[in-house]
């Protein structure tokens, strides 16, 4: 079948095409791809080879053929935010009648469910509200972490951590060690967008830039705190801003090795500023396939798929993806563009058996539990 | 036919490095998997137990290339659409079905029956002037006289004489030949000078004596089917085929489907389009069964493409499978999308989460987000009108324009 069989070398009509098949050779290798790599294969026409090619990594980094998941609980304690991102549909201005602030005691209830359906973990992230500063965290996460000794605290993206270490008046590396001391286990990638600043000029001017951001994750790395990494695409930035946000991520990684994973998801247009056609499906498979060829020193990839439904987040499991996410069990901030697809538990264990995969729980640090 | 050449965007990949090894295929495998390669670029027929291998195995991007490969060689980087809408006269029917949430009997508040007045309005108020095909298929209900499904399509022709009518499947063909006291010879005569198109593919299901047992007894089984189906060829009709599944079928019964599809097209070449339907349990007898999940829906896809190949086109039917698969299907063995449908009643009966219907631009836009070329098709594919310039066709060119 293989029509290149017959001769190794590759006759592309171009050189964008040599290109290309140079890195087809060096990600079936398994060889570290370079910036001219990535950005041909994420030109790739053939879906199909991209998918091959990122099972095929998926597997070199995790031989086992199961797919991971976490009881987890998103909790956004406020939606009051000043930063403004044009992307956001989920923001309200300080004053709005619809922002809101939840009381200890509606965390609380909130964790209790998550406990009851057997979750380990919450994902805590909010508006950047103009008056919840350090104290306020602090106190939330002792609380939190007095009343639930074992529950897993994972929180407060990058931006926020910024956005506080601003209102504070207190550098980086100290709001990280008080957030720690308070009870903080982990630090979510959200807010990453694309790391390119001329992008985030455009959709997200209020938030933290590129340098701040990646400073967050590097203090916290050094701390030995592990966090993820995410990337919303699908709105203003090129192909090649796509891969330079891979990279940069990659040159942490090598430098910290605290990335326990990469999750991607595409901007969401319901309901907020910027007037675009939403991504497609293929795009969403190819971004995750070109992820995993680029970031070979990412240990595991998460489905989105509560951007994108059960059938193409169970389909990413052949595009390099291992790991079925958090079960959130409540989303609002994707929700309030007009996306959600939250799966019940039965169902996430359905779509990774139904695809080949052993269904396995884990936690932040992808141990598997028994 | 051989795969020689695909002039395509994907074409200039042709040569690509060969990827010796598979991840997921232990070595006999690969050498199975290998040889049916060899077999459908050769052009050869491949068989059941070939088609099953297809099926199960886990090397679905393989697959799926093979797949795109026969497609790009029939079909090149065309994506089809039509501006139809989908017309469900009554929901009352005798029959069970137990996949179906669609069907009511006498009493339920849900129950309706449109009369001929109401069609006509209907066409002549609401059907957009643009629309070509009307796809008519509804409940089997006993009130209707054998007059209504003959005047439903004269009415409608009378107010909008351009328009295809691809009405009625097998099941309401054979009940017209059984309450017109008439052979079916007889009945599509009557259809066709009233007006009849084509016939739509559904109601066959799965073509298996156990399924046909199981799930649907009252209706025709397997052999009834396909007779009806060589009688309506026979009298020149074209029709389509469909095939659903994600329920308590087998593997098996999944691809002798498409082998005895394949045999009956074989004899009368009527079929234009071979359309998998996937099941959607909820509020069916059949509510508990998870339904099918996106990896099943490629592989049907995708086999589909690979052992009909004397049906020219295969459809992902994004009202069951969902716009995002249907989208990625193009890629996997679709050359067609079906169409605007505008207000689809059954699936949603069963709790479809895609949208009603959708307009011209969105088709057109999940066609480019796929760097497809959308192509606006008739029922028969007879008049086929590019939305990009063929030829102009450049991969990176399409992709920025989804972008």
Redesign the interface.
């Known amino acids: 079948m293989n029509p290149a069989a017959a001769s190794p070398s590759v006759c592309a009509p171009s050189r964008s095409g040599r290109a290309l098949s140079e890195a087809i050779e060096k990600a079936w290798a398994g060889e570290r791809l370079q910036r001219r790599d990535a950005e041909a294969l994420i030109r790739c026409p053939d879906l199909n080879l991209l998918g091959e090619l990122a099972t095929a990594a998926r597997f070199r980094m995790n031989p086992l053929p199961r797919v991971t998941y976490i009881v987890d609980r998103n909790i956004n304690p406020t939606n009051v935010c000043v930063a403004r991102c044009r992307f956001c549909a989920f923001d309200r201005l300080p004053g709005d009648p619809e922002g809101y602030v939840l009381s200890k005691e509606e965390i609380f209830t909130k964790v209790d469910e998550l406990l009851q359906v057997g979750g380990i973990q919450v994902l805590l992230q909010g508006g950047h509200h103009p008056e919840l500063g350090i104290e306020y965290y602090e106190d939330l996460f002792r609380s939190l972490r007095e009343r639930y000794p074992s529950l897993h605290i994972h929180g407060l993206s990058p931006s926020e951590i910024v956005h506080v270490s601003r209102l504070s008046r207190l550098s980086i590396p100290v709001v990280i060690e008080r957030l720690e001391a308070a009870g903080l286990n982990s630090i979510p990638g959200g807010g990453g967008e694309i790391l390119v600043d001329s992008v985030r000029q455009r959709i997200a001017p209020g938030k933290a830039m590129s340098g701040p951001w990646l400073t967050v994750m590097r203090e916290a790395h050094r701390r030995g705190m592990r966090t993820t990494a995410t990337m919303m695409y699908g709105h203003v930035e090129t192909l090649d801003d796509r891969v330079e946000h891979l990279l940069l991520l990659r040159d942490l990684q090598d430098q910290t090795r605290g990335f326990t994973a990469f999750i991607a998801w595409p901007f969401q247009p319901g309901g907020s500023e910027l007037d675009l056609p939403r991504s497609g499906a293929q795009e969403f498979l190819r971004i995750n396939a070109v992820a995993r060829l680029v970031l070979d020193n990412f240990d595991h990839q998460q489905t989105s798929f509560v951007t994108q439904g059960d059938k193409l987040g169970q389909l990413a499991l052949f595009f390099g993806c291992d790991d079925f996410g958090g079960t959130m069990l409540e989303e609002n901030v994707v929700s309030a563009a007009g996306t959600q697809c939250l799966i019940p538990i039965e169902r996430i264990e359905h779509c990774i058996r139904s695809a080949g995969f052993e269904p396995r729980r884990r936690n932040m640090y992808y141990e598997v539990l028994q | 036919m051989t795969l020689a050449t695909a002039p395509t965007?994907?074409g200039?990949?042709?040569?690509?490095?060969?990827?010796r090894g598979?991840?997921?295929l232990s070595c006999e495998d690969l050498r199975t998997l290998?040889r049916i390669?060899?077999k459908?670029?050769a052009g050869s027929r491949l068989d059941f137990e070939e088609g099953l291998f297809l099926f199960r195995t886990?090397a679905?991007?393989?697959v799926?290339?093979?797949a795109?490969r026969v497609r790009e060689t029939r079909h090149g980087d065309r994506a089809y659409f039509v501006l139809n809408r989908h017309l469900n006269p009554s929901n009352y029917c005798v029959y069970s079905c137990s996949f179906c949430a669609f069907a009511k009997k006498p009493g339920d508040p849900e129950a309706y029956r449109m009369s001929l007045e109401e069609v006509q309005k209907l066409v002549a108020e609401q059907f957009e002037p643009d629309l070509s095909e009307v796809h008519i298929v509804g409940g089997i209900d006993p009130k209707l006289p054998y007059s209504y499904f003959i005047d439903l399509l004269r009415v409608i022709k009378a107010v909008r004489p351009s328009l295809h009518l691809k009405a009625y499947t097998m099941i309401e063909i054979e009940w017209l030949s059984r309450i017109g006291r008439k052979p079916v010879d007889a009945v599509l005569d009557d259809l066709l000078e009233a007006g009849l198109g084509s016939c739509p593919g559904g109601g066959v299901e799965v073509l298996s004596d156990r399924v046909h047992e199981a799930l649907f007894p009252g209706k025709l089984g397997p052999d009834q089917w396909l007779e009806t189906a060589r009688r309506v060829q026979q009298r020149g009709i074209r029709m389509n085929a469909t095939m659903l599944y994600g329920h308590i079928e087998s593997d098996e019964e999944l691809v002798r489907h498409m082998v005895r599809i394949r045999d009956l097209q074989d004899e009368t070449g009527g079929f234009l389009t071979f359309i998998p339907l996937a099941f959607h349990p909820a509020n069916t007898e059949l509510s508990h069964l998870?339904g099918p999940?996106?990896?099943?829906?490629?592989r049907t896809i995708a086999v589909s493409r690979l052992m009909l190949d004397n049906i020219d086109h295969v459809k992902t039917y994004w009202i069951m499978?969902?716009?995002?698969?249907a989208?990625?299907a193009l890629?996997?063995g679709a050359d067609d999308i079906d169409g605007t449908v505008v207000q689809e009643r059954i699936t949603h009966a069963a709790g479809a989460?895609s949208p009603l219907g959708v307009n011209r631009e969105e088709l057109i836009?999940?066609i480019r987000?796929?760097?497809r070329i959308p192509v606006e098709r008739d029922t028969l594919y007879e008049k086929l009108v590019p939305i990009d310039p063929v030829g102009a066709a450049d991969?990176?060119e399409l992709?920025e324009r989804?972008?």
């Open positions: 965007v994907r200039a990949l042709q040569r690509r490095p060969e990827l598979h991840p997921l290998e390669e060899a459908v670029e886990p679905i991007h393989r799926g290339s093979l795109n998870p999940t996106g990896v099943l829906d490629l499978q969902g716009l995002g698969i989208e990625v890629d996997y989460r836009r999940l987000n796929a760097s991969y990176n992709r989804a972008q």
